[in-house]
């Protein structure tokens, strides 16, 4: 893709967050080989996402077993290990895009290989923090 589509896509696109869920257990089990084959397919289609002007990071995550979870109330900091919700799925890795509207970002995140053992949510990114409220 010429460097003047590149900057037209961005013009015409929206930025969308595809968070990738996936349960550590299922992705344990698979055998050596069932693991290299969903390994390639993800990164065979990240270099697809790459080559169309879509992909612009993704980047997977350490097991949910070194998360820490922060939260600060009436000036106290408690850390708890871990995620905060208590669910099998937990945020494996994420990837942001370029898509021209939810639809599409939708297409883009039903081809990544992990959605068949888990889910992808697809949220749009905001364009700046609003000056009324943080959601309408």
């Given at each position: 893709?010429?460097?003047?589509?590149?900057?037209?896509?961005?013009e015409?696109?929206?930025?969308?967050?595809?968070?990738?869920?996936?349960?550590?257990?299922?992705?344990?089990?698979?055998?050596?080989?069932?693991?290299?084959?969903?390994?390639?397919?993800?990164?065979?289609?990240?270099?697809?996402?790459?080559?169309?002007?879509?992909?612009?990071?993704?980047?997977?995550?350490?097991?949910?077993?070194?998360?820490?979870?922060?939260?600060?109330?009436s000036?106290?900091?408690?850390?708890?290990?871990?995620?905060?919700?208590?669910?099998?799925?937990?945020?494996?890795?994420?990837?942001?895009?370029?898509?021209?509207?939810?639809?599409?970002a939708?297409?883009?995140?039903?081809?990544?290989?992990?959605?068949?053992?888990?889910?992808?949510e697809?949220?749009?990114?905001?364009?700046?923090?609003?000056?009324?409220?943080?959601?309408?």
């Amino acid at each position: 893709m010429t460097e003047k589509c590149m900057a037209e896509k961005k013009e015409e696109t929206m930025k969308y967050l595809c968070m990738a869920y996936e349960e550590e257990s299922k992705l344990n089990a698979l055998s050596k080989s069932e693991w290299e084959v969903l390994r390639t397919e993800t990164l065979t289609y990240v270099d697809e996402l790459k080559k169309g002007g879509y992909l612009i990071i993704a980047e997977p995550l350490q097991s949910v077993r070194t998360a820490a979870t922060v939260r600060v109330r009436s000036g106290k900091v408690a850390i708890t290990d871990g995620p905060f919700a208590e669910t099998k799925e937990t945020l494996g890795g994420f990837f942001l895009i370029n898509a021209k509207d939810l639809s599409e970002a939708i297409q883009v995140a039903a081809k990544w290989p992990s959605a068949r053992l888990g889910s992808i949510e697809v949220r749009p990114i905001e364009d700046g923090l609003k000056e009324d409220k943080r959601y309408a």
